[in-house]
């Protein structure tokens, strides 16, 4: 038989520059044919010429033709001793002898790698074995394609690509589906691709963040025995992602993308750990909620101030919690793990989206020199809370609030010297004339009433009286709920008002215009600052003794500080005009407005364990308001997120990491089912995930049997050794 092709897509080769093949039933020139011509590659005088009977590879290119040998030809080598065959060498051609099956083999081999070679890729003794068994296992697989999907240069200048048919379909499922098994042996090189695909992403600034993760099952979870401190703890259970890691790339490097929170290795039971205390405030709609009462389904707010639903609530346990304090006095409580959306100056000056990292990894680097490190977001825009009928204009209300007298003791008044503000609050009431008493004070007057007549209500007084402020002095003022959740429109008013008395611009040398209010109403000075952070804003407040303080001046006589005066400065987002007083406004519009509201975080203390517990918003920033109007979250966005030793995760714990990933992130889990170290009785997470899982769209499941093995050679055989003796032991019910 005599045969003559030119090898196509599964030669690996281009047409008409692969080796030309030739396949003749003639004589062996090793038993005793013409060997005159006949040259022996100087790395093996021993080698075997030519053979006359066999197959023939020729090929065109004299340097790949010596690299695709090998040195010393250890390559061929390879071949011969998995094939069984023998493979001659002349020239730049080749003869293989051995049976057909195994000559058509290691004529694919050869012929495949050498169009590896020729697409500039180097060709190593462990690619040559990893050949070998693709061909055996299918002979229809195209080497070259596989070795040729590169996916990372990894720092030692080394090519990282896949090894085998199930690693292909393993880099391919990864970059079409977000969520992908992979289940086989270990060797198989599962989580080493998998850190590759991520570390790769990554520089190419397709994901923010790698979360490597594992659970530390040897020690049980419970690293508090453990000498040393958090990392000291789990370094140990973590070592093989620190390894490939460093693998890929240099330790520098990997050091600073550590310290950033660009790459984070922790315990699954850290990444579970990113919770508040049951009694932490979350705002929705209607108003604060405890994170603890929170259900499924629920809405809360979030960073655009629009509500976003409740997808998920998971109990934590006790954890070690924190107070975190940003610089305008704003605070709450979270886990060490619990993730803050911030903004470093490098972030800023960029025009960077902010990055996530958590709270512990902040402690100890709030500040660099005098400068806060880390800025957290505001709300985008207004909170949006259910709209209500209001008895009052909120902007009339707001200018009682600031220059009313309310006592209920006489007619209510009003007092200014602004004429814009008399006629103002003259056209929000019907039936109400302010009546000048002295040349700054107003009484609201009914036109209905009048002496010895028919007694008529004042309506201010009924309203005041509906909303329990008649009665009220300036240091018990406060701001209605009905008006405080309400929606911001009404709120919006209700500050312009309460700005317009006892508020105003304030004009600095070279710095913005910032807004700066005065009372002496504790409560009405949190009912301000409410209003400004639920709009966006910020509030810095300060306290002004009464005591020591010298009198004030008041027609001519001193008058006496009887409470402290509490004294906010504001910013406002910007667009937002905080007054309607002409003079007031164009102040405040002529210096260019109030600059960029800002907030950093000052502070990080510890307080204790609590019993908390996180939940997961559908928002697409995964972002919802906490205490003071903070805003943080749970959930993994635009991450890579790698889940190594799955087998040895419960159900539960599957369930919480899978739920944990949020917008435009990728997870993927490995394991090997066969190697399961949990505790007798508790099932495995991964096990189960394969059967409640399967049937789902944009979830893949690879598998990995020990033809993927990428390690010694041997271990592909002990692998199959034990599944053959497990499997017998099965059958024989032993």
Known sequence: MSARHTPSASGGGEPGSGPRVE??????????GDAGDVS???????RAPLAADGTHLEFQDHRLFHELLGHHDEHLKTIERALHVRIGVSGKAVSISGDEPSRELAASVLTQLYGVLERGLPVYASDVDYAVRIVSGDRTANVRDIFLDTI?????????????VAQKAYIDAIRKYDIVFAIGPAGTGKTYLAMAMGIADLMKQGFTRIILTRPAVEAGEKLGFLPGDLAEKVNPYLRPLYDALHDMVDFDRARKMLERGTIEVAPLAFMRGRAQPYFSRVLTPRGWRPIGSLRPGECVIGSDGRPTTVLGVFPQGVKDVFRVVAQDGASTLCCGDHLWAVYTPEDRGRGKLPRVIETRQMIGRLRRAHQHRFELPLLSRPAEFVARDVPMDPYALGLLLGDGCITGKTTSSFTTADAELVLTLEREFDDIELAAKTGTDYTLRHVGGRRGGLRVANPVTVTLRQLELCGTHSHTKFVPDVYLWNSARIRLALLQGILDTDGGPVLQDRRSCRIQYTTTSARLRDDVVFL?????????????????????????RDVEHRHDAYVIDIRLPPGMVPFRLTRKRDAYVEAGGGGRPMRYIEAIDPVGEQDSVCIRVAAEDSLYVTDDFLLTHNTLNDSFVILDEAQNTTPEQMKMFLTRLGYGSKAVITGDITQIDLPAGKLSGLKEARHILRDIPGIEFVRFSERDVVRHRLVQDIIAAYERAENGAERSGT
């Open 152 to 164: 990372y240069i990894a720092a030692h200048r080394r090519v990282i690509t896949p090894k085998s």
């Open 532 to 556: 400004v952070r639920s709009l966006g804003g910020v509030a810095y407040c300060r306290t002004r003794l009464a005591a020591g303080r010298r009198p004030g001046r008041a027609r001519g």
């Open 23 to 32: 396949q003749d039933a003639t004589r062996d020139v090793a038993a005793g």
């Open 40 to 46: 022996t590659p100087a790395g093996d005088r021993t």
